[in-house]
T-cell receptor
Framework: SQTIHQWPATLVQPVGSPLSLECTVE??????LYWYRQAAGRGLQLLFY??????ISSEVPQNLSASRPQDRQFILSSKKLLLSDSGFYLC?????????????FGQGTRLTVV | AQKITQTQPGMFVQEKEAVTLDCTYD???????LFWYKQPSSGEMIFLIY??????QNATEGRYSLNFQKARKSANLVISASQLGDSAMYFC???????????FGAGTTVTVRA
């Protein structure tokens, strides 16, 4: 069966510090991978998605970047965090075909920038 | 532009009663998928139900059913026989056939009262 791992679960970082959140998927190949951010009590904002190694699409210009160094690994990074980067970050995967396949989510990382 | 609209920020429902959560969407692609997710206070995203744009019948999964009105571009979720454990935030999402992005609405918070 497929599983998705996302860590850490909680993170408190000072303003200006770097960030690296990692997400890995097991039990599938060539998945679509996604990073979402959710502000408290709000909807999910798509940040990045990837359809293959090294292929990253950015949805919102911001202080963050993403990379996909391996087929089932997706990394969200920042060189210098801002207060506005605080939020709940969710990684997700779906089968490569578009349209009718649901996305499966990790447990999320709650990031607080202080 | 916002493609998914959920106009009900919060709803209260009595235990054992049914509740309908509204979702409207906008797309020019004739082929697309609609999804509903549940997010309890723990933050995890739980996939509930899927409706394809070419499906002739409304989707059902246990106590969840989807009232799909294609001409009106609406995909309302109906939860029957509400339980206390149904208290959560509910998100409507859409993916177009020619796109890998999964876009979410702003969500509706459901509170089930005993």
């Amino acid at each position: 069966s497929q599983t998705i791992h996302q860590w850490p679960a909680t993170l408190v970082q000072p303003v200006g510090s770097p960030l690296s959140l990692e997400c890995t998927v097991e039990g599938t190949s060539n998945p679509n991978l996604y990073w979402y951010r959710q502000a408290a009590g709000r909807g999910l904002q798509l940040l990045f998605y990837s359809v293959g190694i090294g292929q990253i699409s950015s949805e919102v210009p911001q202080n963050l970047s993403a990379s996909r160094p391996q087929d089932r690994q997706f990394i969200l990074s920042s060189k210098k965090l801002l207060l506005s980067d605080s939020g709940f970050y969710l990684c997700a995967w779906s089968v490569r075909t578009a349209g009718n396949t649901e996305a499966f989510f990790g447990q999320g990382t709650r990031l607080t920038v202080v | 532009a916002q493609k998914i609209t959920q106009t009900q920020p919060g709803m209260f429902v009595q235990e054992k009663e049914a509740v309908t959560l509204d979702c409207t969407y906008d797309t020019s692609d004739p082929s697309y998928g609609l999804f509903w997710y549940k997010q309890p206070s723990s933050g995890e995203m739980i996939f509930l139900i899927y409706q394809g744009s070419y499906d002739q019948q409304n989707a059902t999964e246990g106590r969840y059913s989807l009232n799909f009105q294609k001409a009106r571009k609406s995909a309302n979720l109906v939860i029957s026989a509400s339980q206390l454990g149904d208290s959560a935030m509910y998100f409507c999402a859409m993916r177009e056939a020619n796109d890998y992005k999964l876009s979410f609405g702003a969500g509706t918070t459901v509170t089930v009262r005993a």
